[in-house]
């Protein structure tokens, strides 16, 4: 048994080694393509080379996804993850010809700051994932919130091909949902497991189609109301690089003269109900429910009191509450970073403002299933 031991911590500390020398040089470049290609090559290949030289033992040859560490299993959803995303990123580029340099900027204006942030916000993304105990589906949902409003920016309104934004989307998707897939089973929810709670809403066709039907409605009012009424300005003194704001002077209610923006908003409709509506309605009660339900005012002390105010809910509402604030960071967010760091010539006023549209479009989509899903 010595032996596993000393092979495991010579794969450690090899793909350590490897992974704290191309990051450097990564940074340096300022290029978040390569940092993330630099870190993930680098650590597969020392931990291959580790592994030819000194053999895989018998008994880590057996070992299951579920006995790994589970700092040991993220680290590979992490690698995975920078690695996926490289090579879709590379292939889109090759295969559409550089279709989005059009509008981008230039790699080489990308500071070193901007590049360590954007690595460093795509590694929280999941780690948040991870600890949280999401899933692959989960992720997957996440990507669509979170990129998707990026993908309707360029193809409405910088002349960029559908099909183009569409491959940068599911790349976003494929790079988070895989790894998840390989190394953390579904969840109950997902999975629609005998025995969760509320398990006949899960796997009901007719709720599914409704629940996706009632957060695409939700997107698609709030993307016209922001359309019909402070978009277009916004657009013109602070989105340099813009090709037209037409789309946006001419939005129809439910964008029936929009059929991209149509799937898009259903897309979006699909991944919140995934995210949020889902995990919800199968959510378990603890026994904190009782607790909250028990609670006495005359009896409680202030903490008890400021306590109950401000986070006593049951379970599946603080399950609602949580993805729903999750939902709305990681829109917010990445949509900011993505307009500021990719597109050229958008001001960070203008892209604060883009990324609150998609922010309240979470918040009002995290209430309504929350409505939903209590009734």
Known sequence: MARPKATAKKVMDTVAAAVEDAAGDAVKAADPVALATSIAVPAVEAAVEVAQTHGVPEPLKRVKRAQLPSAVRFALVAVLSFYLESLGRSLVVEYTHGELAKVARPASSLTQTEALVLAGWKLFG?????????????LAALAVLSHGPMAYLISTYYGI??????????VEVVSTFFPFLLLRKLSGAHAAAPGIPNRDIVVDRQI??????????????TLFLACRTFLPTKFVLYFEGIRTIEPAQDAQLFSFNRPLTQILCLLFGVAARTLIFTPFVTASPTVKDQE??????????LGQTIYWN???????????????????????????LQATTVLSGVDSYGAAVYASV????????????????SV
Do not use: C, H
Not at 161 to 170: D, E, H, P
Not at 310 to 336: E, H, I, Q
Not at 358 to 372: E, N
């Open 126 to 138: 999941l780690a948040l994932g991870w600890y949280g105990n999401y899933d692959g589906f989960d």
């Open 161 to 170: 091909r559908a099909s183009t934004a569409g491959a940068y989307l599911a």
């Open 208 to 221: 599914q189609v409704l629940t996706s039907m009632l957060s695409a409605l939700v997107y698609s009012v």
């Open 292 to 301: 909250v339900a028990e609670f006495d005012p005359a009896t409680a002390t």
């Open 310 to 336: 401000l986070w006593g809910y049951t379970t599946p509402t603080k399950v609602s509450v949580k993805r729903t604030a999750v939902a709305m960071l990681f829109a917010g967010v990445d949509t900011y």
């Open 358 to 373: 998609w922010t309240l479009a979470a918040m009002i989509t995290g209430l309504a299933l929350r409505y939903v899903g």
